[in-house]
């Protein structure tokens, strides 16, 4: 079993930035990737960002150029620097991990992110 948790969220003004990280731990070696998921008030939960243990990355059209995933591989933790939030961004953020299969291992249990205008 893997368990992931959250933390970093919060309320912040359009314009600012706030840091989200994720810790995982358990059965970690299942995991190659990680990734961050949001899930806004009457929508679908949609891709933000992932990152492979190589270091590659992908993200969302929505947020390149303002968000940074990066990750500590030896303490399996990850983190979402988000630059420039917009009020579009407020969301509940979640954290994932993904097998070499591409499924996800499970999710945390999410953190509020809130950008007021």
């Known amino acids: 079993q893997v368990q992931l948790v959250e933390s970093g969220g919060g309320l912040v003004q359009a314009g600012g930035s706030l840091r989200l990280s994720c810790a995982a731990s358990g059965r970690t070696s299942s995991i190659i990737a990680m990734g961050w998921y949001r899930q806004a008030p009457g929508k679908e939960r949609e891709f933000v960002a992932r990152?492979?243990?190589?270091?590659?990355?992908t993200y969302a059209d929505s947020v390149k150029g303002r968000f940074t995933i990066s990750r500590e591989k030896v303490r399996t933790m990850v983190y979402l620097q988000m630059n420039t939030l917009k009020p579009a961004d407020t969301a509940v953020y979640y954290c994932t991990g993904h097998d070499p299969a591409g499924r996800h291992v499970t999710w945390g249990q999410g953190t509020q992110v809130t950008v007021s205008s």
């Open positions: 990152i492979r243990w190589s270091g590659d990355t």
